[in-house]
């Protein structure tokens, strides 16, 4: 078994290479709740996603020097407006970041100086493991289809997710970035809720683009994946109304 990364990306509590050896009457069972969301407000995305993802959540950049673009499910801290107690949709339509639906596997190093990436799982997931029933991951010591497609889609994650680190690398090197804020004044309130924490596109900058630079993002498919951006911030307002209406009460004056 190989030693799990000193710090697990969100959701994992452990990682394992899945092995024919270890494993080959091992079973995956699908499962209609997560509850590993319910108190989960940001979550990673990828560039392909944002057209989708910005119909439904507000999409920003982490802050620091390294940001990544995040979805926002709740805008406060182990607040999520899309699943209940028990981690099931509340709506059927929303679209799921790809980063939930690639839990509890993940493509990844088993040494540091390891070239190729090995099809690992989260071993403390309980709907993987000696079950009586579900999609068996191995067959006559082969991968089963249902493990093949599983392989698939992370190679397909971590395609998309090189795309994404250019992207940013663009976005980075364009200036654009500044620190967030977002201040909602809900009727009949004394201090407005400001949410600050975050990074987001500069849209004064991004206007006064001309020239080389703007047909550049323009012919790279950057400057639509920026208004996505832009376009979803309009939603902040929303999951706050989502927030209130279900209880999970904001608090003023709070970066996340």
Same mark, same amino acid.
């Given at each position: 078994?190989?030693?799990?990364?000193?710090?697990?990306?969100?959701?994992?509590?452990?990682?394992?290479?899945?092995?024919?050896?270890?494993?080959?009457?091992?079973?995956?069972?699908?499962?209609?709740?997560?509850?590993?969301?319910?108190?989960?407000?940001?979550?990673?995305?990828?560039?392909?996603?944002?057209?989708?993802?910005?119909?439904?959540?507000?999409?920003?950049? /982490?802050?620091?020097?390294? %940001?990544?673009?995040? &979805?926002?499910?709740? $805008?406060?801290? #182990?607040?999520?407006? *899309?699943? +209940?107690?028990?981690?099931?949709?509340?709506?059927?339509?929303?679209?799921?970041?790809?980063?939930?639906?690639?839990?509890?596997?993940?493509?990844?190093?088993?040494?540091?100086?390891?070239?190729?990436? /090995?099809?690992?799982?989260? %071993?403390?997931?309980? &709907?993987?493991?000696? $079950?009586?029933? #579900?999609?068996?991951? *191995?067959? +006559?010591?082969?991968?089963?289809?249902?493990?093949?497609?599983?392989?698939?889609?992370?190679?397909?994650?971590?395609?998309?997710?090189?795309?994404?680190?250019?992207?940013?690398?663009?976005?980075?090197? /364009?200036?654009?970035?500044?620190?967030?804020?977002?201040?909602?004044?809900?009727?009949?309130?004394?201090?407005?809720?400001?949410?600050?924490?975050?990074?987001?596109?500069?849209?004064?900058?991004?206007?006064?683009?001309?020239?080389?630079?703007?047909?550049?993002?323009?012919?790279?498919?950057?400057?639509?994946?920026?208004?996505?951006?832009?376009?979803?911030?309009?939603?902040?307002?929303?999951?706050?109304?989502?927030?209130?209406?279900?209880?999970?009460?904001?608090?003023?004056?709070?970066?996340?």
């Amino acid at each position: 078994m190989a030693s799990a990364p000193q710090q697990l990306p969100l959701f994992y509590n452990g990682l394992e290479p899945l092995s024919s050896q270890l494993h080959g009457d091992f079973r995956a069972k699908p499962q209609d709740k997560a509850p590993f969301l319910v108190n989960q407000h940001a979550i990673p995305i990828t560039v392909d996603e944002f057209a989708l993802a910005q119909r439904f959540m507000p999409i920003v950049f /982490s802050s620091g020097d390294e %940001p990544i673009p995040l &979805a926002l499910m709740g $805008l406060n801290e #182990g607040v999520n407006v *899309f699943v +209940d107690n028990e981690g099931a949709l509340l709506d059927n339509t929303l679209y799921v970041p790809a980063y939930i639906r690639r839990y509890p596997y993940m493509l990844a190093r088993l040494t540091p100086d390891a070239q190729e990436l /090995s099809l690992c799982f989260d %071993p403390t997931y309980d &709907a993987i493991g000696k $079950l009586d029933d #579900g999609e068996a991951l *191995f067959a +006559d010591g082969q991968p089963t289809e249902f493990t093949k497609n599983v392989l698939q889609f992370n190679e397909m994650f971590e395609q998309a997710g090189a795309r994404t680190q250019s992207f940013m690398n663009e976005l980075k090197e /364009s200036g654009l970035l500044m620190d967030g804020e977002v201040t909602i004044q809900p009727q009949g309130a004394d201090k407005p809720f400001i949410y600050r924490g975050f990074q987001m596109v500069d849209e004064n900058k991004l206007a006064d683009l001309r020239g080389d630079t703007l047909r550049k993002m323009s012919q790279s498919g950057m400057l639509p994946l920026l208004y996505a951006h832009l376009f979803s911030l309009a939603l902040m307002r929303e999951i706050f109304e989502r927030q209130v209406t279900q209880g999970k009460m904001p608090v003023p004056e709070l970066s996340f």
